[in-house]
């Protein structure tokens, strides 16, 4: 399995991607697009998620910096920043900023950073209905998210259940296979993960504005 990584021709034009995704951000604040994550790259994160020991997790938490707790009946999932020094990581994060630039050419969205990180929810693992930015709060504009999971059956659980606003109680489901992208505007669209019967792998990411203020900066997390 680690062998054919090596194999899989590398995508490098991504634009055709990256449009879909724009023209869905605009048109509906949210893209869904199944299996869309260069292969690659599914491959390359996944590999390196695996390779990541219990020592390198740490319990997700709610909130940002000294603010953060840790409360096991919104979340319990573990997660590991990705910093670029793998070249796993380093894949990822250069697609995103590539991905980061066309949208600020194509929609002005003013992205300026990009934060995110590995997530494991082992079996029976959740995350309750939540934002990821709250007005005037935060400056999380727009949450993506892919996962690393292959052969995943319906009754195997763990969708990713995203609303249109705080009414919806219906949402769309997303199913957490392999390569497949979920990008929404991070203050419409409330969202859970609902617990899987398997070990659930994914990458969860935030573009962010810059909110520094003269006397202030504001480093991503
Ligand atoms: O893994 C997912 O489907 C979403 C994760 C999420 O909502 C988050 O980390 O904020
Ligand atoms: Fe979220």
Redesign the pocket.
């Known amino acids: 399995m680690l062998a054919n990584i090596i194999d899989l021709p590398a995508q490098t034009d991504h634009s055709q991607l990256y449009e879909q995704i724009a023209h869905d951000i605009e048109t509906q604040g949210y893209s869904i697009r199944l299996g869309a994550l260069p292969a690659n790259i599914a491959e390359a994160l996944l590999a390196h998620q695996l390779s990541l020991n219990s020592a390198k997790y740490r319990e997700?938490g709610i909130g940002r910096g000294e603010d953060q707790i840790n409360n096991r009946f919104v979340?319990t999932?573990e997660?590991c920043w990705i910093t670029g020094e793998s070249d796993a990581g380093k894949l990822w994060l250069d697609w995103a900023s590539e991905l980061k630039s066309y949208l600020n050419r194509r929609l002005f969205l003013g992205l300026f950073s990009f934060e995110s990180?590995f997530?494991h929810?082992p079996p029976g693992a959740f995350?309750k209905r939540?934002v990821?930015s709250f007005k005037g709060n935060t400056n999380r504009v727009l949450?993506l998210?892919t996962?690393l999971n292959s052969n995943w059956a319906i009754d195997d659980g763990?969708?990713?259940v995203l609303y249109r606003d705080e009414n919806d109680q219906v949402g769309t489901r997303?199913v957490?296979l392999m390569g497949t992208l979920?990008l929404f505007l991070s203050e419409d669209f409330p969202?859970?993960?609902l617990p899987a019967a398997r070990d659930?792998y994914?990458v969860?990411g935030w573009f962010r504005v810059n909110s520094s203020v003269t006397d202030r900066v504001d480093p991503p997390r």
Do not use: F
């Open positions: 997700a979340r999932d997660i990180h997530a929810y995350y939540h990821d949450s998210v996962y763990g969708e990713l997303v957490p979920a969202h859970e993960v659930r994914s969860a």
